[in-house]
C-alpha cells in the first residue's frame, strides 16, 4: 500500500497540507501524494499539526505563505470559519469547513468548503446504498454528525434517529440544520438496547469519537436487520471497533477511508484544477479498484 516517494521538492512546489490536531494517523498525505506523483503534477501534501491556540495563526499561513490549500480534520472544522474570507454555501449552512483554497474573487483571500457532505453521499451511492426513503440511525451528535446529518436530508432519507448521550445537543443540532422533507428523532445512548428503535433502520452511522479506541457502549449490531448497513466515520490502518462488531454479526460494513476518499477527490478537484485519479487514491488507502 505505501507510495513512492517523490524525487524532491523544488522551489516551484506546490503545498497543501492537513490541519488537525492529532494529524499521526491521517491518510490523507498518502492518498493526495500518489494522486500528484501519478499526474506528475509539482505539489506535495504534508500534515500541518495545529492547536485550539494556535489554529487562528495555522489558518493564516496558508496565505501567508501561498500555500495551494488545506484540508482541516478534528478538532477544528468549526473553529476556522472565524478565520475565513469567505464560505461556500454548504459550508455555510452546514456549519463546518474541511476544505481551504485560495480565493480567487478576492485578493489573498481564503474560502472555505465542506466537501464531506457530499463526500458521504457518494461514498454510500458507490457503495450500492440507495438512501432515499430509507430510516437511518445517526449516532452522535458532535462535529462530525452535521454534515452527515445534511447530507442524509439532501440525500432524502425518510427519517432520521439521532441518538447521543447528551439529548439537549441532539436536540439542537436537528434545530440548526436543514432536512428537508427528512423527519427527525431524537433519544440518548440508553435506547442502543432497545430493539424497537432499529425496526426498519436500513443504516447506522457512528459519528461518535470511539473510533479504534474502543467498543460502542452498548450497542449491539445484531439487533439491526441481516441488511442493514454500519457506516463508521472514523478510519484507521486496521478496521475500527465499530465495523469489526457489524461484520462479526454479519452485517455490511463501511469504514471511513470510502468517505475520506470521496471528499478528497473533491478536495484534490479544488487544488488542482484536476480531475483526480480516483482508483490510484483508492489503492493509495487500501481501498479495493471500482466495479
Known amino acids: 500500500m505505501a507510495t ?22 491521517s491518510l490523507s498525505p498518502r492518498m493526495h501524494n500518489a494522486a500528484f506523483e501519478h499526474l506528475g503534477l509539482d505539489y506535495a501534501y504534508v500534515p500541518l499539526r495545529a492547536s485550539s491556540r494556535t489554529i487562528g495563526e495555522a489558518v493564516l499561513s496558508i496565505k501567508t505563505l501561498g500555500l495551494a490549500g488545506a484540508n482541516v480534520t478534528v478538532p477544528f472544522k468549526e473553529k476556522v470559519i472565524g478565520h475565513l474570507d469567505r464560505l461556500s454555501p454548504v459550508a455555510r449552512t452546514v456549519g463546518a469547513v474541511n476544505t ?10 481564503l474560502k472555505g468548503e465542506n466537501t464531506d457532505v457530499d463526500g458521504f453521499l457518494k461514498a454510500l451511492s458507490s457503495s450500492g446504498f440507495r438512501l432515499r426513503g ?3 440511525l445517526l449516532i452522535g451528535a458532535g462535529g462530525a454528525a452535521r454534515a452527515v446529518l445534511y447530507a442524509l436530508g439532501k440525500g432524502g432519507a425518510r427519517e432520521v434517529t439521532i441518538a ?3 439529548v439537549a445537543r441532539a ?7 436543514p432536512t428537508g422533507k427528512t423527519k427527525i428523532e431524537i433519544c440518548g445512548l440508553d435506547m442502543l438496547k432497545t430493539p424497537e428503535l432499529f425496526d426498519g433502520v436500513g443504516l447506522v452511522v457512528n459519528s461518535t469519537s470511539t473510533g479504534l479506541s474502543g467498543q460502542l457502549k452498548g450497542y449491539d449490531p445484531s439487533l439491526s436487520g441481516q441488511n442493514c448497513v454500519h457506516f463508521d466515520l472514523a478510519y484507521g490502518r486496521t478496521p475500527t471497533a465499530f465495523t469489526r462488531r457489524a461484520r462479526r454479526k454479519r452485517r455490511p460494513a463501511i469504514d471511513g477511508r470510502l468517505m475520506l476518499l470521496h471528499q478528497g477527490v473533491l478536495a484534490f478537484n479544488i487544488f488542482t484544477g484536476r480531475r483526480a ?9 487500501g481501498l479495493p479498484k471500482r466495479r
Not at 522551489?11 to 497540507?17: E, L, P
Not at 436536540?171 to 440544520?177: F, G, T, V, Y
Not at 485519479?277 to 488507502?285: F, N, T
Request: aromatic letters at 2%.
Open 100 to 109: 481551504i483554497y485560495p480565493d480567487g474573487k478576492r485578493a489573498a483571500g
Open 277 to 285: 485519479p480516483v482508483d490510484v487514491m483508492a489503492r493509495a488507502l
Open 134 to 136: 430509507k430510516r437511518v
Open 171 to 177: 436536540k439542537r443540532l436537528a434545530a440548526e440544520l
Open 4 to 25: 513512492r516517494a517523490r524525487d524532491s521538492i523544488e522551489g516551484t512546489t506546490r503545498i497543501v497540507g492537513i490541519l488537525g490536531e492529532p494529524v499521526e494517523h
Open 164 to 166: 447521543n448521550r447528551t
